[in-house]
């Protein structure tokens, strides 16, 4: 697996000084090329924050305090650090590189403009040697790709099914063939089966484009299915991070299988839906030590006292591709056997 993008180190915050809230702290996150990474986590565990900082579009108060960002283009024999673009550099690398699908994209179509003209004003921007046949027909092109039908190019937003606009807003992120697609919430609006279609086909388009897709969901169950990684993100930082496959079947950090546990099971045998007591924390004032300890139920002393880093853990089954920020797995602490116990 080769990296397509490397956060490395990343700390968000909001404000400055004493009261600044640390949105998101030393974060350390690849995604692979051509993979579906998720990202999941509580509202309010920082992922919009890593999304808006990663793509350069933060807005104030929130502030980089540090950390890299490093895309590995595909015709660039060096890694570029996105932190360090300028302005110019940066356009090029939203759209023709990156591309986001925000949360609450769906009122982000122009009301007065046609799905026709919406598309053809990103090539006229970003392809100006385009013909103007040219335009019309790759929009159509794009449209056909995410299951609408051509004739829906004179439609306006407002003409469309929520599920349509959706889909509209993927061909707008397809437009230029990016290598990487950002998606932070985008169906959450959408009811569960329309969500599901649209996924599947964002997969189908995965498999003939090859672009790698960073899934931002705080609905865990969606990522079990769609994604081949899942990243657990609990008050700015990733507290686990696995194989989908082992996630779902033996997630290791407290927090990860009491968000699993909050779904129903997908497949196979049904378990008890446990979920997880208490409520998120106020990151203006986080717990000490892990953030997690006030909620779990395995907190035992140092918990309390010291943040818990995230490590690789080299596991009985020679599980490598798995890392977890919690000092259960650190034996000689906690007293308790450590990976595997469940
Ligand atoms: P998520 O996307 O996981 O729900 P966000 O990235 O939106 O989380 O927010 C992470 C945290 O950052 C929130 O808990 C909130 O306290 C803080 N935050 C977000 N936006 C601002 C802001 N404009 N000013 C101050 N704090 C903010
Ligand atoms: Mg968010």
Redesign the pocket.
Known sequence: MTPVLEIRDLS?D??QGEGA?H??SSVNLVLNRGEVLGLA????????????AMTRLL????LITGGEVLHHGRDKPEPVDVLGLTPKQLRSFRWNDIAIVF?GAMNSLNPVSTVAAQLEDIYRAHRPEMSRAQRTKRSAELLRLVGISADRLGSYPHQLSGGMRQRVMIAMALALDPEIIIM??PTTALDVVMQRQILEQMMRLREELGFSVLF?T?DISLLVEFSDRIAI?Y??RIVEQAASEDMYRASSHPYSKGLLGSFPALHGPRRPLTGIPGS?????TVPSGCPFHPRCPSAFDVCEREIPVLEKLSGANGDSSRSVACWLNTPSLSGHPGVGAT
């Open positions: 968000v909001y404000g809230v949105a998101v986590g509580e509202s309010g565990s920082g992922k919009s924050t890593l999304a808006y807005p104030p108060p929130g949360q932070d919430e931002i705080h993100m008050a700015g998120p924390p106020d990151m203006r």
